[in-house]
Each structure stands twice: as structure tokens, then as C-alpha cells.
């Protein structure tokens, strides 16, 4: 029998647990909404330990928002070795700790199909937060997307399609060029043009919008960051100056944790064969 360990993660690992456990899986459980065993059990009783996506949000704990307790990162790669570990979003400097116990680990968000499948949730989550934390419509307002990668262009997709005017950034020459091949328009003036902007949506993971971009944004404005921690907004300031920002991560648990968890099980029936 296929043995796996889940410990920690949002819904999308609670309801892995059990896709697993109906495909015959033996699954022990931590830091989720039941648990089996006690983490030392946990690790001990599969080779494959299933944690968090991502990692972690506090460079602290592993992510586990569905139980109270924390599940201190240190303490848990004290206790992991020989294993394969399998997360998302997993920082270089964890996952050398986790090499120096003998641990192989896999970041399932280098995984370019799950990217690109959770462009998918994450687009739609974006529209649910602006539906929720604006009083217009989507339809005919002015939304610019910063970044124009994978989640840039479902995203402008998306938004395009409800009829927002869409203005896109990005530095690569040949994504400016897709820009303009897509009809979506071009930011040229960030410090000019942001102000005019109903939603700014950032999906870069480095800083942005600095203190200066923020300066020239328009207080009604939305502002989304849907990248992975740091983000692309400097956060502290925003807040500090009444700027309505939202750091939205893991959009794909949130919005859609069935067919997350179900992209997620693709990629665990490949590696535990």
C-alpha cells in the first residue's frame, strides 16, 4: 500500500487527504482539521510527507490556517530526514536545511502544468475580491495588471471578458509586444497612468509599487497582490497611509480547494509510484 504523511496546509490538503485515502492510500495527518497522529508519528510512519503551499507565510511556522496550534518550521526539519518531502513555495534556505538531513525535496510550484492550472482559481479569486471590496462594476472600469506571466494573462483574460479596460505592465520587450498583440493597453507613465486606475492587481513577486507608486495612486483604488511572499507592494506604508491593499495568497485553496486538491494528486500519483 502507497503510505503518505499530510501535515499542515489549507483546505486544499484536507481534501487531497481524502482523494488520497479513496484511491487506496494509507494517510496519516497533521496540523489539519482531525488528526491520527502526533507529528513525530506522522513522519515516521510514511518515506512521503505532503506539507504546506504555500510553505509558509511568516518565514516561521508552516502554513496550517485550519488548526490554532503552530508547527514551528525548524523543529519540524529537526525531525525530518531521509524523507521526500513534497510543498509549494518552499524558500531555498529550507530547502537546504531539509538536503542536509538527507530529505529530497520537491516545490510541486516549479511544476509548470500545476502553474499554469492554478492561473485558473487564482484569476477568478481576483475577481471575487474585487467584486467584494468595490462598490463598482467590473464592466467598463479601469484595472491594471502589473506583471504579464502566466497568472498577468488569464488574468487579463478574465477581466477583459467581463469588459474591464485593461492596462498591463510588464519590463520584457516580448511580453510589452504580447500586450499589444492581445489589445489590451500598454502602462507606459506607472506614476502617471495608476492614478486613473479603479483595481490595481500585482502579480510580480518583488517590489513594484514602492513608496513613490503608492504616492500616485488614487486612495479609492483597489490594490491586489497575488504573488508569493514578499509580494510586490511595500505593504507597510500602504496600510500606514490608508490605502486599501490586500495581499491575497493561495488564492487556489481558497476559491477552488477541490480542484486544486485534485491538480495537487495528479502530481503526488507521479512521484509515488
Known amino acids: 500500500?502507497?503510505?503518505?504523511?499530510?501535515?499542515?496546509?489549507?483546505?486544499?490538503?484536507?481534501?487531497?487527504?481524502?482523494?488520497?485515502?479513496?484511491?487506496?492510500?494509507?494517510?496519516?495527518?497533521?496540523?489539519?482539521?482531525?488528526?491520527?497522529?502526533?507529528?513525530?508519528?506522522?513522519?515516521?510512519?510514511?518515506?512521503?510527507?505532503?506539507?504546506?503551499?504555500?510553505?509558509?507565510?511568516?518565514?516561521?511556522?508552516?502554513?496550517?490556517?485550519?488548526?490554532?496550534?503552530?508547527?514551528?518550521?525548524?523543529?519540524?526539519?529537526?525531525?525530518?530526514?531521509?524523507?521526500?518531502?513534497?510543498?509549494?513555495?518552499i524558500a531555498d534556505e529550507y530547502i537546504h536545511k531539509f538536503n542536509c538531513n538527507g530529505n529530497i525535496v520537491f516545490d510541486i510550484m516549479k511544476d509548470n502544468k500545476l502553474v499554469i492550472q492554478n492561473t485558473i482559481p487564482t484569476a477568478e479569486g481576483v475577481v471575487k475580491i474585487i467584486i467584494e471590496n468595490t462598490d463598482i462594476t467590473i464592466n467598463d472600469s479601469n484595472i491594471a495588471i502589473l506583471g504579464f506571466g502566466r497568472v498577468g494573462k488569464r488574468l487579463a483574460k478574465v477581466l477583459n471578458g467581463m469588459g474591464a479596460n485593461i492596462f498591463c505592465l510588464d519590463t520584457k520587450k516580448e511580453e510589452v509586444a504580447n500586450i499589444d498583440v492581445c489589445g489590451y493597453n500598454i502602462l507606459k507613465d506607472i506614476y502617471k497612468e495608476l492614478s486613473n486606475m479603479d483595481v490595481i492587481v500585482n502579480t510580480v513577486p518583488k517590489q513594484i509599487i514602492g513608496r513613490n507608486e503608492i504616492n500616485s495612486i488614487n486612495k479609492s483604488s483597489l490594490i491586489i497582490d497575488v504573488s508569493s511572499k514578499p509580494g510586490g507592494i511595500d505593504f507597510e506604508y500602504a496600510n500606514k497611509n490608508g490605502y486599501n491593499v490586500i495581499h491575497a495568497l493561495g488564492l487556489p485553496g481558497k476559491v477552488a480547494p477541490v480542484t486544486s486538491a485534485k491538480y495537487i494528486k495528479e502530481i503526488i500519483d507521479n512521484l509515488i509510484v
Open 1 to 89: 500500500m502507497k503510505c503518505v504523511s499530510i501535515i499542515g496546509g489549507d483546505n486544499r490538503n484536507l481534501i487531497l487527504s481524502n482523494l488520497l485515502k479513496e484511491d487506496g492510500y494509507s494517510v496519516f495527518r497533521f496540523g489539519l482539521e482531525t488528526e491520527e497522529k502526533n507529528i513525530e508519528e506522522c513522519i515516521k510512519e510514511s518515506n512521503f510527507i505532503i506539507t504546506a503551499t504555500p510553505f509558509s507565510v511568516d518565514s516561521k511556522n508552516i502554513y496550517a490556517p485550519l488548526v490554532e496550534k503552530k508547527i514551528n518550521i525548524q523543529e519540524f526539519i529537526d525531525l525530518v530526514h531521509n524523507k521526500t518531502i513534497i510543498a509549494g513555495s
